[in-house]
């Protein structure tokens, strides 16, 4: 194996068909990386087949953000290396967080790989496939954004990446050694991308970046955010835009002035806010307390009345008790957010929480998680039962994996790919991408039940 930035000579490979199998896992930041690989390719005359068995290049984009995402990685790349081995395949390729992490380590932990790519790394994909096919260099520009063939997603919505990496130094998070520091991509590039997919009829749009309230920062720029969703919502042309990741310390009151009045962008905002006692986010190394955290949820609240919050929280963090839980506990039934992940912590070689003393066992982990869980939900039905017998906008889908007699599509207040839940529109004439209003009917703790309006309702 060896790595992009390394110059190996090696025995040049003679492509048969230029076939490419991919396996991406991880986030929807991975999965826009994917993407940008996928254009690439395809511009240089690689083609991409579902059925890896069909492939001579074999492509694993790795996760490294927890044990069992690295563990997943793993065995996929080991499970790829079979195809090698049995089939037709020549070439094994590694890129993603988990190969930037324990880049070092990778030829001797898993000598399956042919090649090793960072994420810093991954637009040289093709230029390297061609040298290892004898094909000579050309001059293809890099491609600022994925073409809209290439894209994971369905075609009526992208994920749309604003940023790489981060700055903040969180104690229990892996991201920055895997993918480095904060490096915003130019406000015209984005505009372009939105108004190519835009163009394409792509109907839902999520800016997404591990931190999409930093944007622009490492530009000298601190307000940049709101001045980039005032020109998508003039110039973009795309019906919905979302926004998840954003830093609490960094949600102003610029940004949330700009939500309410920009038409495209949506009233959801994603805030992961892992804790709110003040021990433990200082052992987390993130500002706040919880009367920090109440009068920024009531402030984004007064400003955007109709706004869906979504957060995350961490339990069982080193140090946290009883009391602390009880806090957490105590805050979450005051904030009533309108969805929450709740992780039970996992320690993560080479963060710094790895040896902060006071580890918390995993049989208590496990409980709070269940017990915080538990509460999110009761939660999350009573504010769904309050939408039921009013009409909304939902965005279908297409089948629901739940049963093949109904839609699957979701309200403004539901992110993709199952994050929030689904509607279930029981009788409906919608196709995917429509924008169609429905009478909601019934309410569970995460999904809901309706009907499109104009179609005859199913029988009692």
């Given at each position: 194996?060896?790595?992009a930035?390394?110059?190996?000579?090696?025995?040049?490979?003679?492509?048969q068909?230029?076939?490419?199998?991919?396996?991406?896992?991880?986030?929807?930041?991975?999965a826009?990386?994917?993407?940008?690989?996928?254009?690439?390719?395809?511009?240089?005359?690689?083609?991409?087949?579902?059925?890896?068995?069909?492939?001579?290049?074999?492509?694993?984009n790795?996760?490294?953000?927890?044990?069992?995402?690295?563990?997943?990685?793993?065995?996929?790349?080991l499970?790829?290396?079979?195809?090698?081995?049995e089939?037709?395949?020549?070439?094994?390729?590694?890129?993603?967080?988990?190969?930037?992490?324990?880049?070092?380590?990778?030829?001797?932990?898993?000598?399956?790989?042919?090649?090793?790519?960072?994420?810093?790394?991954?637009?040289?994909?093709g230029?390297?496939?061609?040298?290892?096919?004898?094909?000579?260099?050309?001059?293809?520009?890099?491609?600022?954004?994925?073409?809209?063939?290439?894209?994971?997603?369905?075609?009526?919505r992208?994920?749309?990446?604003?940023?790489?990496?981060?700055?903040?130094?969180?104690?229990?998070?892996?991201?920055?050694?895997?993918?480095?520091?904060?490096?915003?991509?130019?406000?015209?590039?984005i505009l372009a991308?939105i108004?190519?997919?835009?163009?394409?009829?792509?109907?839902?749009?999520?800016?997404?970046?591990?931190?999409?309230?930093?944007?622009?920062h490492?530009?000298?720029?601190?307000?940049?955010?709101?001045?980039?969703?005032?020109?998508?919502?003039?110039?973009?042309?795309?019906?919905?835009?979302?926004?998840?990741?954003?830093?609490?310390t960094?949600?102003?009151?610029?940004?949330?002035?700009t939500?309410?009045?920009?038409?495209?962008?949506?009233?959801?905002?994603?805030?992961?806010?892992?804790?709110?006692?003040?021990?433990?986010?200082?052992?987390?190394?993130?500002?706040?307390?919880?009367?920090?955290?109440?009068?920024?949820?009531?402030?984004?609240?007064?400003?955007?009345?109709?706004?869906?919050?979504?957060?995350?929280?961490?339990?069982?963090?080193?140090?946290?008790g009883?009391?602390?839980?009880?806090?957490?506990?105590?805050?979450?039934?005051?904030?009533?957010?309108?969805?929450?992940?709740v992780?039970?912590?996992?320690?993560e070689?080479?963060?710094?929480?790895?040896?902060?003393?006071?580890?918390?066992?995993?049989?208590?982990?496990?409980?709070?998680?269940?017990?915080?869980?538990?509460l999110c939900?009761?939660?999350?039905?009573?504010?769904?039962?309050?939408?039921?017998?009013?009409?909304?906008?939902?965005?279908?889908?297409?089948?629901?994996?739940?049963?093949?007699?109904?839609?699957?599509?979701?309200?403004m207040?539901?992110a993709?790919?199952?994050i929030?839940?689904?509607?279930?529109?029981?009788?409906?004439?919608?196709?995917?991408?429509?924008?169609v209003?429905?009478?909601?009917?019934?309410?569970?703790?995460?999904?809901?039940?309706?009907?499109?309006?104009?179609?005859?309702?199913?029988?009692?």
């Amino acid at each position: 194996m060896f790595g992009a930035s390394e110059r190996v000579m090696k025995k040049t490979i003679r492509w048969q068909e230029k076939t490419v199998g991919i396996v991406s896992l991880g986030c929807p930041k991975n999965a826009a990386d994917t993407e940008r690989m996928i254009s690439d390719l395809s511009g240089r005359g690689y083609t991409v087949v579902p059925d890896l068995e069909e492939a001579e290049i074999l492509l694993v984009n790795t996760c490294s953000f927890v044990t069992d995402a690295r563990k997943e990685s793993v065995d996929a790349i080991l499970e790829l290396s079979r195809y090698k081995e049995e089939g037709k395949a020549k070439y094994l390729v590694g890129a993603g967080c988990l190969v930037s992490r324990y880049r070092d380590q990778m030829g001797a932990l898993i000598p399956e790989m042919d090649l090793a790519l960072t994420t810093f790394e991954e637009e040289r994909l093709g230029e390297i496939l061609d040298e290892v096919g004898g094909i000579a260099p050309s001059n293809r520009p890099r491609l600022a954004f994925p073409l809209a063939e290439s894209r994971l997603t369905p075609s009526h919505r992208a994920y749309v990446k604003v940023s790489e990496g981060c700055d903040h130094p969180c104690t229990f998070c892996s991201i920055p050694l895997a993918r480095g520091g904060q490096v915003s991509r130019p406000p015209e590039e984005i505009l372009a991308e939105i108004g190519h997919l835009s163009s394409r009829g792509v109907k839902e749009v999520t800016l997404i970046a591990q931190d999409l309230t930093r944007y622009g920062h490492d530009l000298g720029r601190t307000d940049d955010l709101s001045a980039l969703l005032e020109r998508i919502d003039r110039e973009g042309g795309i019906p919905w835009v979302r926004l998840l990741y954003a830093y609490p310390t960094l949600v102003t009151d610029s940004l949330l002035k700009t939500m309410r009045a920009a038409k495209s962008v949506l009233p959801y905002l994603d805030i992961p806010l892992q804790h709110v006692d003040e021990k433990i986010l200082g052992a987390m190394k993130r500002p706040g307390s919880v009367d920090f955290m109440k009068r920024l949820v009531d402030r984004i609240r007064q400003t955007v009345p109709d706004i869906v919050l979504r957060t995350t929280f961490i339990v069982g963090f080193p140090g946290e008790g009883e009391a602390e839980f009880e806090t957490l506990l105590r805050f979450v039934e005051w904030a009533r957010f309108d969805h929450v992940g709740v992780f039970a912590f996992s320690r993560e070689e080479g963060t710094p929480s790895y040896n902060l003393p006071g580890q918390v066992p995993h049989r208590i982990r496990m409980s709070r998680r269940k017990e915080l869980m538990s509460l999110c939900a009761t939660i999350a039905q009573e504010k769904n039962r309050s939408l039921e017998g009013k009409t909304l906008p939902v965005l279908i889908e297409g089948l629901s994996e739940q049963s093949d007699l109904v839609l699957s599509g979701r309200i403004m207040g539901m992110a993709p790919d199952g994050i929030d839940g689904e509607v279930l529109v029981l009788s409906g004439q919608g196709r995917p991408g429509d924008i169609v209003n429905c009478r909601i009917v019934k309410a569970h703790a995460y999904d809901l039940e309706a009907w499109e309006i104009g179609v005859p309702e199913p029988p009692a």
